[in-house]
């Protein structure tokens, strides 16, 4: 019975099922969110909603079922099982704004892709060089904060008046979100100030940020070839599965053809010995 469940739940037409659960799911939720719907429309609505939460459940049970503790060593497992369990918490009282958090379920759809599976998984290995990345912006931001609060406090306190503005307003340059007309009024009273938001600007936005989007792309064309190197695998191991298929059932027609030989001697043998017991028979009545 578990392989049986084992094999529904590889099959494509299970795994494509799902995904229009999900898909039909975050439909009914954003229809849900409509005013003025019938009650009746609404009640429909969310019997639907909780067949669909019903199939999630039944799908996580088989997985437990197939794969009992190892389904919680896979992070995607997890997910699902977390983003399943809080929609099942009563939203009542309280918890009511866990009703809120039903949509969550969307979330299931980068679990049943394997492309944004890739897609989250980059993300996720590239967590170290960003915050390498990260801790040098701190930096770069931290002495241009200084810098910043010495040149133009006097003349522009709303924006460069202290470090949490200042931090605010650099970041806003970096975004290049107003940064023309921040400068421009800076340089009617100091022409030269163009002089620090220029290097700024080729720092982190033309620079830094490239080294994150650099960065968030190659850990996406890893765990690109980690998957491409895992299916590989997958599928040598099928082959051998299917060679050593193969090679039982020579094993089993060779069996069987030599157990086919063995009684074919046998009978032959009987024969003879019946051969033999009857040219000996007649002798030994005549001495007698």
């Not at 699902?80 to 958090?101: E, K």
Request: net charge negative.
């Amino acid at each position: 019975m578990l392989t049986t469940i084992a094999a529904i739940l590889a099959s494509k037409q299970f795994q494509t099922g799902i995904i229009g659960v999900i898909l039909l799911n975050a439909a009914l939720l954003g229809v849900l969110t409509l005013h003025d719907l019938d009650p009746d429309i609404v009640h429909a609505l969310e019997m639907l909603d909780g067949l669909c939460l019903l199939i999630f459940c039944i799908e996580i049970l088989m997985k437990l079922m197939v794969y009992r503790l190892s389904f919680f060593r896979d992070g995607w497992n997890v997910f699902d099982f977390i983003v399943v369990a809080i929609a099942l918490v009563p939203a009542t009282g309280p918890l009511s704004v866990l009703r809120a958090m039903r949509v969550l379920r969307l979330l299931r759809l980068v679990t049943a892709l394997p492309a944004m599976r890739r897609v989250i998984a980059g993300m996720f290995n590239s967590i170290p060089g960003v915050a390498s990345v990260a801790g040098i912006l701190l930096v770069i931001f931290y002495v241009s904060s200084i810098m910043a609060i010495g040149f133009f406090r006097e003349a522009d306190p709303e924006k460069f008046g202290s470090m949490g503005d200042t931090f605010f307003t650099l970041f806003q340059l970096m975004t290049t979100e107003g940064w023309p007309t921040i400068t421009k009024n800076l340089m009617e009273t100091m022409p030269y100030a163009w002089l620090f938001f220029i290097p700024f600007l080729l720092f982190t936005t033309f620079t830094t940020l490239n080294l994150v989007f650099g960065i968030i792309v190659s850990a996406m064309e890893q765990a690109k070839e980690e998957e491409a190197r895992d299916d590989m695998a997958k599928q040598g191991m099928k082959v051998s599965e299917e060679t050593n298929e193969v090679r039982l059932a020579v094993i089993e027609n060779e069996v069987k053809s030599i157990t086919g030989e063995l009684a074919q001697l046998q009978v032959a043998l009987e024969r003879l010995l019946d051969k033999q017991s009857a040219t000996t028979n007649p002798i030994q009545l005549t001495e007698k």
